[in-house]
């Protein structure tokens, strides 16, 4: 017969080891949460200041993107607007074209409605190049073709110094 005595002691003294170890481990990470649950004033204190502090930004945040929301909408508007008179522009002088290019009467009242309302928009570009033109009278009015080019292309300027407007960063 081996005696095994030794060996159970050995084991049991393991078990008790184990169990003591876990029981001290238990109560020790109890006591480390407990502490870091309860903070000390100045901690709190600490704490309340950062969250104040991060409240505050959040609305700030909220308050600026609200005003560039505002200014983007007004921006918009007006660049409507400017959209529709251009329109306007590009429509008038489009149907002076067409009258030039299928030689309409100049006696006829739409005409003259139309050269009227179009003379001021056209008159910068009247004459600043030469106008084929048929025998029958039908002519290509090239100036009112330039004048609709630069029309465009402040069209295009407007809106773009509209956009800049609109998407500026009011902060870095």
């Known amino acids: 017969m081996v005696d095994d005595k030794l060996e159970r002691d050995e084991l049991q003294r393991a078990a008790n ?25 100045s901690q709190a204190h600490r704490v309340e200041e950062i969250a104040d502090d991060m409240r505050h ?35 008038l002088l489009v ?41 029958e009278g039908f002519t290509l009015a090239l100036p009112i073709i330039v004048a609709i080019v630069v029309y465009m292309l402040l069209h295009l300027a407007i809106n773009g110094l509209l956009r800049i407007f609109a998407h500026r960063k009011v902060a870095i």
Do not use: C, H, M, N
Request: charged share 25%.
């Open 17 to 41: 080891y184990e169990a003591i170890k876990s029981d001290v481990k238990a109560e020790v990470g109890g006591e480390i949460a407990a502490d870091a649950q309860v903070a000390t004033p």
């Open 95 to 135: 149907i002076r074209l067409l009258l030039a290019l299928f030689a309409a009467r100049g006696d006829a009242g739409f005409v003259q409605f139309i050269r009227s309302i179009s003379d001021p928009l056209y008159a910068p570009f009247k004459g600043i190049v030469a106008s084929p033109s048929t025998a």
């Open 57 to 91: 930004k959040a609305v700030d945040e909220v308050v600026q993107t609200e005003r560039e929301v505002q200014r983007g909408r007004f921006v918009a508007r007006i660049s409507q607007v400017v959209d529709y008179i251009f329109f306007l522009v590009y429509g």
